[in-house]
């Protein structure tokens, strides 16, 4: 990491030096109480993703303002936020592998914590192992919704994997994980009402299915920032898992036209500055590949129109100006990032801004925790 | 960062907990000497590009090899090497505001420090600046030579910059930087030939401008693995800059069909594991794109021809399988970067092994050093 800081708490928003992550307070508050809002009284509860943001400062806000809990990706992400305080995790992955397997079980004696499954090989590591070590441990099937990824695709094989669970004496079958990833970013509406609906008949067929043998299917969890209020009305989810929207990237807000989701802004920007102007038409910033996520786009440039981001290279982000762009060397040039998740990932701290002042600085604990 | 490590020295290659990001030291080795033992007896310098790496342990072997220094693309990220030992650091980038030139300088007491300018506002705040704190600093003018990102691209305009910083008593011209980014990747070997062969006409004609008023260009500067022998062949350069030569990834790899290049080898993997396999043609390992940046394209999977590495989120790597395909639940897949310098700098550490066995373990101390 850098020796030193790009900013230090009470700073001038035009003394962050470059490029930064910044974190616009008073908006990223705002969309934690609109979906907080959003699902009250529904009897939807909120475990929002810490895959978004990996800072136990944002966990610890998202819980005081009505969370449950969090979900995590990866066992070691979820002991980053373990050891900050945060009391239930849901790790939204099958856990494989024995050093793994232990990572969570040596969780699960600190904190409530959950994993998924979708193989018997799965369940059979962690009944041996929590039965061995006397330990209990949350345990949901993941269920393919459509997206192709991870999860059981039939109703028979989720059947027997629940009877399995439910005969391990230290694993508590909890429910279904029901994530549609792909829909998140389903650009038309009806497309992404059409896909939650399926996986809402899948998940109450499965479920009903499941409690045919007498097990209680309990939880019904997943949703993202992308479809959240499909699963809210759903009246099958009883759980939403959205993460994104506390920050809104640029993939997400080209959703938001269409009225079907809630108001959230963004709150995620990367400070930049011109470290080149070689040309009337072209600019450089001094964030590329190592600063800006490119997988889901370029990133967007923030609050002017004289210029566009048109290509990332490592260290440089090439932007085309207009013929009457007022940009100069050294000018600071906000962007929002395609994709916020593997973009928050690159950095060390948000550098949390109130008005033009720095308020905070928070870690971003469980950058780069990928075991 | 995880709160335990992937792998600790003398693990077996087995015993590497995924996703970790391994080296093989051998291989790694010889792709050292192959780019050492191709410019011996030249006249052409390496100073190798430690944005790829990001590693000291790397670094302090490239010159204990014969490397003349390293380049480094950021002030911060400079501070890392010079701070490990590193006593020559070519910054191959336009360093401005206050800040920065104030940290470059900082650095430019302890070391031989390089910048790259090229806009007279870079040369006023340097020669100010190290005027005020009686620093001397090397300073290169970056010309565009046809990639279309930063540089000067007329003759003219860069010998008043060359006039510019000879007047400055603490700034040392030292010559020109010539990278051709995009002819690095470049598929067919003419385009390439074209291209550097362009590059040294500018060059040369620009040298000859700027010697014409007596200012010396000690330095043509460039090149990249993906061109290195070309700028070695080219009577122009007179050092190298090549990066990448030491890991090979899939992108680079791609090139050396042609014979045009020198015969590296993969050395780095990014070591991944199945942690689903929910139908007979789809596995998905434990690595997206938190730990493989796909900036180039995915992953390949190495060593293995019944699976291809399909699509990334942010923790998941959805293989295709033929239907022959022996990948079992929790086997390790090897995988091949598409871009090695972005999918570096998602790590805190390279697990470096030798046969079957964890050698050593190397911070990437300059992971995240974005200032």
Redesign the interface.
Known sequence: ????K?AHVGDHFDQI????LVLDLDIFERNVKCLQDALAGTGVRLRPHA?SHKCPDIALRQIKNGAVGICC??V?EA??FV?AGVQDVLIT?????A??VS?ALDLAARARIGVLV??E??IRAFAQASETRKVKIDVYI?I?VGM??????SIEQTVALARQIEQAPYLNFMGLQCYH?SAQHYRLPQERKDAIAATCATATATKAAIEKLGIKVERITGAGTGSVMLERDSKVFNEVQAGSYIFMDRDYAANQRDGLDLPFEHALFIKS???????KD?A?V?AG???S???SGMPAVWGRDDARYLK?????G?LELTVDSTLK??DAVMLIPG?C??TV????ELICIRGDKVEAIWPIA??????
């Open positions: 990491m850098s020796p030193w790009a030096d470059t490029p930064a895959k990706q990866k070691s002991a980053v050891d992955n099958q856990v494989v592998g050093k793994k990572h979708d193989h090989e799965q993941e393919d192709g990824r991870c999860g059981v695709d990833g500055a011109v470290l080149s102007h070689p040309t072209r450089v001094d590949l190592k600063a996520s490119v997988d990332a290279s490592d260290e440089h090439a060397l050294g994709h998740d593997p990932n690159l950095y060390d469980a950058r780069g925790a990928l075991l």
